[in-house]
């Protein structure tokens, strides 16, 4: 089989798939990229077992057909080095030679049987859902919640972010047991109330892909995977099994300490007083009194200490929270909005921090953090 291709086209493809692509592949055929040629299209898979993406690319100029398995870190690191320029593959399916000519030379590689590629999975249409929503609407809930989820090996459903779907709404959520993030939006629905975890791997994946614009994205997904697809890309993925924890049980309702202010202000002055706090904990402590918000660190060991004043809107009872530095950071870090409103019930129960102007009215965002024990 034989097939010419832009040499920047494919290397933009393949930097796709190779984020797919693990360091530690149990089946050494998912070191390579497995490229099937039908007609005039070049289909291009990377799999670790459980993640997988296919690329396609529409071509001019091919001949034959067949699939072959090409080494990726060799294929991706000569590409890198080619000026753009049309190459053409010349590859022998009996003894599984690859040939690349470019316009000043040829370069020659041996690849695999594709047959011994990883099949993928299928969907049970019997549990099958599936829907079509704009690419925004799931890139904003990635972007919105991936920073929220867990390492823990022991509650592998923590590890990814909780979809759920409903005739209203499409709600995003995720949580590490300190901070909770919850998403919601108003512009996308189902047919019926459906639910699934997607693993941390293949929401990068997708964060990364859709962050290059596209209109639309079919999901379709059952009880084992998920189908994602784009205009050019598909990622398919193994989804996380087990039951998510109930997360409006933890969203305490009753809030009447409220603070609005200036989000990038805070969030300075957290980043310059935090580095005064204790290294192990990053405990930095929020005093509110009167329109005056006092953030303060200290650390006993090596006597050093830092306090700063920040004018607010508060509207609630004299009050001293503490919080972990980081991740109050990455909160307010992954906002858009220029002012935050942050509610408060007392010392030992969760502050909700919610964006106060939206540029979406669709959107519905609501972070939670869980305070840290003050020792007086």
Not at 96 to 116: L, P
Not at 122 to 138: C, D, F, G, H, N
Not at 255 to 270: A, E, G, Q, S, Y
């Amino acid at each position: 089989m034989k097939f010419v291709v832009s040499s920047i086209d494919l290397l933009n493809h393949l930097q796709a798939l190779s984020r797919v692509i693990s360091s530690k592949n149990t089946l050494p055929i998912l070191d390579n990229f497995l490229f099937k040629l039908d007609g005039k299209t070049l289909e291009i898979t990377a799999s670790d077992l459980e993640t997988t993406m296919v690329t396609t690319i529409e071509l001019e100029n091919t001949s034959g057909s067949g699939m072959l398995a090409i080494p990726a870190k060799l294929i991706t690191d000569s590409l890198r080095e080619f000026p753009d320029q049309p190459l053409t593959f010349s590859i022998n399916t009996e003894t599984y030679a690859v040939t690349i000519s470019s316009e000043n030379g040829q370069f020659s590689v041996v690849g695999q049987h594709g047959e011994d590629f990883p099949m993928l999975p299928k969907i049970k249409p019997e549990r099958s859902v599936s829907l079509k929503l704009p690419a925004t609407s799931l890139v904003s809930g990635i972007n919105s919640t991936l920073f929220a989820t867990a390492d823990d090996e022991l509650r592998p459903v923590m590890n990814g972010i909780f979809i759920e779907l409903n005739p209203a709404d499409m709600t995003f959520v995720a949580s590490d047991a300190h901070k909770l993030v919850r998403y919601k939006r108003k512009d996308v629905s189902a047919d019926a109330s459906a639910s699934f975890i997607l693993p941390k791997k293949p929401a990068a994946l997708l964060k990364n892909l859709l962050a290059k614009g596209h209109e639309q994205v079919t999901v379709e997904f059952d009880d084992k995977n998920a189908f994602i697809a784009l205009a050019s890309f598909q990622v398919v993925c193994r989804l996380v099994e087990g039951n998510y924890p109930s997360y409006n049980s933890v969203i305490p309702n009753n809030n009447p300490n409220k603070l609005l202010i200036d989000r990038v202000k805070l969030l300075n002055t957290i980043r310059r007083v935090s580095v005064f706090s204790n290294q192990a904990s990053n405990l930095v402590r929020l005093s509110l009194k009167g329109n005056r918000l006092t953030v303060s660190a200290q650390d006993i060991d090596f006597a050093t200490s830092a306090v700063e004043e920040i004018t607010c809107q508060y509207n609630g009872d004299e009050l001293e929270i503490g919080f972990k530095s980081t991740f109050m950071v990455e909160i307010l870090s992954n906002m858009q909005s220029t002012e935050v409103s942050i509610e408060l019930s007392d010392a030992s129960r969760a502050g909700l921090f919610i964006p106060f102007d939206k540029e979406n009215d669709n959107e519905d965002v609501l972070m939670l953090l869980m305070p840290m024990m003050i020792n007086s």
